[in-house]
């Protein structure tokens, strides 16, 4: 009997053990535990069992498999029933924002990253040549990240409105159409990223002209600027939930310092720029301090250290 | 379609029927994998009541008072060096539950699975 064997049986275990963490989720716990200890006896019971008739590890892994497959129906089944109207669910909301809040934190460079082109027209021919030496299955990854980031963006949306919906309606509805908006400029940015990756292949190839240079820039510039209105969008969108965080004492109130930091170097960022001044350091500087707000609001949230939530919102977490 | 209240589904009434067997053995507490392997073996079948299936069925059994459960001392797991077992009882309840039914359909013939004996 191999190691490899002989780890089978336990892994098919580990698989029937996460696949009732998946249905009880969210359940109180007293229903859980009862489940899980009967799951965890049988497990158990079933592998001693086989093992001690001498059944192989993989035929015990496939049984054990067999049975929680053919069983899934009926676990979700159970779970439905107990989602009756009488029923206090104790989903930990807490924790799925700071999950999400964590998420974005990755998703948003990937969101607004989309540019730093020399997107000038003296240098653009020298940037699509650079442009076309991307081999292909980098612009295919590069893509594939953008899209992942774009649906990921729609699904933290979704998942943010139905955590904060219940305690700040207006707040939650406004950022999620945000981020879900930035989702969408994100879609529209790798396909214009795609396109612009063709158009260099071919302007590298020597298959064109200036015509390329022309279209390409132009995808080019549309890119930059989509760029920046996936910032905008994602920018307002977390504001809005550090707003409703805030206010409504989930995230330790000292962070609230250095959200105004961030919200003052995009103000002023935003006054320079339009004054015609260089106003990287200022936009860089608020994004950089509004993804260590996510980041630190997104620990406390996922450990449980929160601020503290008011005297009203006490007891209904558990809605 | 709804089910009469008092009715037994079959992975019910075969899990009474198990039970009532091992209790006839002498071993009036059993378990949830000691219940399937009596079902498997009692009508031949080859695989073993899902998981789902059956603690879905044995704490409906139990919410209707067919079954009694209790969870075993924690020093005898701990002895043993296995996790907790949750042991059932049939009662008396369940006795007459299950003879009621074995009288209105017939008791099933080893090696042929009667139509919802089902392990699944």
Not at chain 1, 19 to 25: A, M, N
Not at chain 1, 246 to 251: D, I, P, S
Request: aromatic residues 8%.
């Amino acid at each position: 009997m191999t190691t490899f064997a002989a780890r089978q049986g336990t892994v098919a275990s580990s698989i029937a053990r996460a696949w009732l963490r998946v249905y009880s989720f969210g359940l109180p716990s007293a229903l859980r535990e009862r489940r899980a200890t009967e799951l965890e006896s049988d497990l158990f019971e079933h592998e001693s069992d086989a093992f001690a008739s001498g059944a192989s590890p993989g035929i015990v892994g496939i049984e054990i498999i067999g049975r929680l497959v053919r069983g899934m129906p009926a676990d979700l089944m159970w779970r439905f029933q107990l989602e009756g109207p009488q029923m206090e669910l104790n989903i930990p909301f807490e924790r799925v924002t700071g999950l999400l809040l964590l998420a974005l934190v990755l998703l948003i460079p990937v969101a607004v990253g989309i540019d730093g082109y020399d997107t000038t027209q003296v240098g653009w021919a020298s940037e699509l040549s650079r442009l076309g030496g991307v081999s292909a299955t980098q612009t295919r990854v590069n893509v594939a990240i953008q899209i992942f980031s774009g649906l990921a963006l729609v699904c933290a949306a979704a998942g943010f409105y139905a955590a904060l919906a219940p305690r700040a309606k207006n707040l939650s509805v406004f950022a999620a159409f945000a981020m879900a908006a930035a989702g969408v400029v994100t879609f529209a940015t790798s396909a214009m990223y795609f396109a612009t990756s063709t158009l260099a292949d071919d302007y590298v190839a020597g298959r064109g002209g200036d015509d390329i240079l022309v279209t390409s820039r132009a995808l080019a510039l549309a890119m930059q600027n989509l760029g920046g209105a996936a910032g905008v969008l994602l920018t307002l969108s977390v504001c809005s939930l550090a707003v409703a965080a805030h206010k409504h004492g989930l995230v330790p109130g000292g962070l609230k310092w250095v959200l105004a930091f961030s919200f003052t170097c995009v103000l002023v960022g935003l006054a320079w720029q339009i004054s015609g001044r260089d106003a990287w350091f200022f936009l860089m500087g608020g994004l950089l301090t509004l993804l260590l707000w996510l980041l630190a609001a997104g620990s406390c949230l996922l450990a449980g250290v929160g601020g503290h939530p008011r005297q009203s919102e006490l007891g209904t977490s558990a809605a | 379609m709804r089910r009469k209240p008092d009715s037994l589904l079959p992975i019910e009434l075969s899990i009474l029927q198990a039970g009532v067997a091992m209790r006839s053995r002498g071993a009036d507490e059993f378990h949830g994998y000691a219940v399937a392997k009596e079902i498997r073996e009692s009508v031949e079948a080859r695989r073993l009541t899902a998981h789902g299936t059956l603690y879905r069925a044995l704490e409906r059994l139990e919410q209707r008072g067919l079954l009694e459960s209790r969870l075993e001392d924690p020093d005898l797991a701990s002895a043993e060096r296995r996790p907790r077992r949750r042991l059932y009882t049939v009662t008396a309840l369940g006795i007459s539950a299950e003879q009621a039914s074995e009288r209105a359909s017939p008791a099933p013939v080893p090696g042929v699975q009667r139509p919802g004996a089902a392990t699944s």
